[in-house]
T-cell receptor
Framework: GAGVSQTPSNKVTEKGKYVELRCDPISGHTALYWYRQSLGQGPEFLIYFQGTGAADDSGLPNDRFFAVRPEGSVSTLKIQRTERGDSAVYLC????????????FGQGTRLTVV | GENVEQHPSTLSVQEGDSAVIKCTYSDSASNYFPWYKQELGKRPQLIIDIRSNVGEKKDQRIAVTLNKTAKHFSLHITETQPEDSAVYFCAASTMEYGNKLVFGAGTILRVKS
């Protein structure tokens, strides 16, 4: 596609439920990143994929958060037992090689846990 | 780990004036410093970046300066226009293994016409 695509654009879920957020990176980009942006804050790193593998998951806040990228393209961020504090905009970014190249961001998924 | 501080948090300027946003970073290994512009409800977009082997970079009305010794970098926008109004984020990365960005908290820039 022309840019990084994220679906859904908005997600409202009840506390305790499971959610999946999808990211479709720019075609051919091997590096994919997930960030979380709370209101009035800068994006906060969650996880980085190089190809199919999670090269750095040091930003995942706890074991309720998990992400996969099984074929090295689309990625899914999974959140179990959602809490109200998980409410934020989840941004995905991709870059062509992962080093020395610009990261392009998607529009984000606004997650609201009620 | 890396920590990036950004100020001011809000900045109002008159159209045509200059705007300066400053950031400091803590990790001397950081070597890539991009600036992103984010309009309300939209994605962050890269407007300019600088690498640690360069002290200054300019692109039309936008310039970025880097002082590696002091560990700070700044964004300069000249001849501001109303369409420059947005939130601006600085970030830092080591670029050693992936482009994991650590962002500042952002600056809300308002250009008054």
């Amino acid at each position: 596609g022309a840019g990084v695509s994220q679906t859904p654009s908005n997600k409202v879920t009840e506390k305790g439920k499971y959610v999946e957020l999808r990211c479709d990176p720019i075609s051919g980009h091997t590096a994919l990143y997930w960030y979380r942006q709370s209101l009035g804050q800068g994006p906060e790193f969650l996880i980085y994929f190089q190809g199919t593998g999670a090269a750095d998951d040091s930003g995942l806040p706890n074991d309720r958060f998990f992400a996969v990228r099984p074929e090295g393209s689309v990625s899914t961020l999974k959140i179990q037992r959602t809490e109200r504090g998980d409410s934020a905009v989840y941004l995905c970014a991709s870059s062509s090689t992962g080093s020395d190249t610009e990261a392009f961001f998607g529009q984000g998924t606004r997650l609201t846990v009620v | 780990g890396e920590n990036v501080e950004q100020h001011p948090s809000t900045l109002s300027v008159q159209e045509g004036d200059s705007a300066v946003i400053k950031c400091t970073y803590s990790d001397s290994a950081s070597n890539y410093f991009p600036w992103y512009k984010q309009e309300l409800g939209k994605r962050p977009q890269l407007i300019i970046d600088i690498r640690s082997n360069v002290g200054e970079k300019k692109d039309q009305r936008i310039a970025v300066t880097l002082n590696k010794t002091a560990k700070h970098f700044s964004l300069h926008i000249t001849e501001t226009q109303p369409e420059d109004s947005a939130v601006y984020f600085c970030a830092a990365s080591t670029m050693e293994y992936g482009n994991k960005l650590v962002f500042g908290a952002g600056t809300i820039l308002r250009v008054k016409s």
